[in-house]
């Protein structure tokens, strides 16, 4: 049972466009919640992450917004750079980051020059 | 800020012999996790500590595994009888005292199994 989905595997962007990448879940006790980027031959980097007491949260190019009576979020990434290529990765975890995260399956974003 | 640091990177063995990696964590973070990764599909969680105690297992831990954190500070996960099941990448990540303090991520080990 996915607890955390991430329904695209790839997607692909003009550099200086806007990248989206979306991720659903289905646990309602998750309130805490990451993104991470995973280069190849490298462990995920953590990018950004929101609480579920807040909407959105902002890091520069990167904003995550939660839609909590969807259960969805999204990674906006504005403007997408070549050295965004990655896989990225959603994570959800409860009691206020207290327990294991549990990731979707990611997304390949490839940004073309 | 050394990073979290796995040994080895890459691991080769054949099948029934046993295996272990090695974590050395973030000095100040007390909380380490192992994580697995097989293509196509997330991190999976498999175990983690709290200073030197084990707080959690999850069921994709068989009996086969076992992981240990002595005195705290570096980790060993050992898989005894490998499977061609158990070729993965397995991910180490420390965590600071705050709940709310993200997962830092080691290399990883990838281990396969023939």
């Known amino acids: 049972d996915q607890q955390v989905k991430q329904n695209s595997p790839s997607l692909s962007v003009q550099e200086g466009r806007i990248s989206i990448l979306n991720c659903d879940y289905t646990n309602s006790m998750f309130d805490y919640f990451l993104w991470y980027k995973k280069y190849p031959a490298e462990g995920p980097t953590f990018l950004i992450s929101i609480s579920s007491i807040k909407d959105k949260n902002e890091d520069g190019r990167f904003t995550v917004f939660l839609n909590k009576s969807a259960k969805h979020l999204s990674l906006h990434i504005v403007p997408s750079q070549p050295g965004d290529s990655a896989v990225y990765f959603c994570a959800a975890s409860w009691n206020s980051g207290n327990t294991p995260l549990v990731f979707g399956k990611g997304t390949r974003l490839s940004v073309i020059a | 800020d050394t990073g979290v640091s796995q040994n080895p990177r890459h691991k080769i063995t054949k099948r029934g012999q046993n295996v272990t990696f090695r974590c050395d964590p973030i000095?100040?973070?007390?909380?380490l996790y192992w994580y697995r990764q097989t293509l196509g599909q997330g991190p999976e969680f498999l175990t983690y500590?709290?200073?030197?105690?084990?707080?959690?297992k999850s069921r994709l831990l068989s009996d086969r595994f076992s992981a240990e954190r002595p005195k705290g500070s570096f980790s060993t996960l050992e898989i005894q009888r490998t499977e061609q099941g158990d070729s993965a990448m397995y991910l180490c990540a420390s965590k600071g005292p705050s709940y709310n303090s993200p997962l830092h991520f080691g290399n990883g080990t990838r281990l396969t199994v023939t």
């Open positions: 000095s100040e973070h007390n909380r």
């Open positions: 500590f709290q200073n030197e105690a084990q707080l959690e």
